[in-house]
Nanobody
């Protein structure tokens, strides 16, 4: 089992920045791939970014490419999502997820473990 706890959400003005963190504990392994997803009210959970176990490969949704950066610190069992140039449409609950394997899936079904989510609100 892997437990994931997100932090760093909050309220920010459009154009601002936030950094989300996801701390992993339990049966952790640096060989787990990690992802960030988000879910806005009334919408399905959608892929945001993913990173492989070494941190050498990443993939992003087109809507955040160039604005968001996913990274990881395996010594701290933590994954980060740096969000810059935030837009009102980025408002959502952001979830961290973990999976075994070294590929870069974008589907929620590919991830076995999920955090409880952290709210990000962007005011215009």
């Amino acid at each position: 089992q892997v437990q994931l706890v997100e932090s760093g959400g909050g309220v920010v003005q459009a154009g601002g920045s936030l950094r989300l963190s996801c701390a992993a504990s339990g049966r952790t392994s640096s060989t787990y791939g990690m992802g960030w997803f988000r879910q806005a009210p009334g919408k399905e959970r959608e892929f945001v970014a993913t990173i492989n176990w070494s941190g050498g490969s990443t993939n992003y949704a087109d809507s955040v490419k160039g604005r968001f950066t996913i990274s990881r610190d395996n010594a701290k069992n933590t994954v980060y999502l740096q969000m810059n140039s935030l837009k009102p449409e980025d408002k959502a609950v952001y979830y961290c997820a973990a999976r075994k394997g070294n590929w870069l899936p974008t589907a929620t079904a590919s991830y076995a473990y999920w955090g409880q989510g952290t709210q990000v609100t962007v005011s215009s």
